[in-house]
């Protein structure tokens, strides 16, 4: 499974880093990652002109988009979009951060799995 990783180097600059989840074929339940403990769940909903600039996450966290998209600038001036679905590995927790920005103007939930 590929999931998309957002961490601050030593500079304090953030990254995007394209990382796979292994997945292992448990037969007729299908294919299963390692477990993976976690500490909290959340669910979110933002306002449909949601636009926050630079920020740090509050916590390492998956950041699962449940319904709507977004698009996310680094500190470097990187920038991808995501889609309803997609997984994030957010690890930026100091440096300079980065931008969120909905890609429509819509309320938007996603899920929150503090790590």
């Known amino acids: 499974m590929k999931i998309t990783r957002i961490f601050s180097d030593e500079n304090g600059d953030s990254h995007f880093e394209n990382i796979e989840i292994p997945l292992i074929n448990q037969g007729d339940i299908g294919f299963l990652s390692e477990n993976i ?49 997609d997984i994030l590995l957010v690890e930026d927790i100091s440096g300079k951060g980065h931008k969120t920005k909905n890609l429509e103007k819509r309320e938007r939930t996603s899920l929150f799995i503090h790590l």
Do not use: M, N, W
Not at 40 to 66: E, M, T
């Open 37 to 85: 403990d976690v500490k909290k769940l959340q669910f979110r909903k933002v306002s449909a002109d949601y636009d926050y600039d630079f920020h740090c996450a509050p916590q390492k966290q998956f950041i699962v988009l449940l319904d709507g998209g977004i698009k996310i600038e680094t500190s470097l001036g990187d920038i991808r979009e995501f889609q309803t679905g």
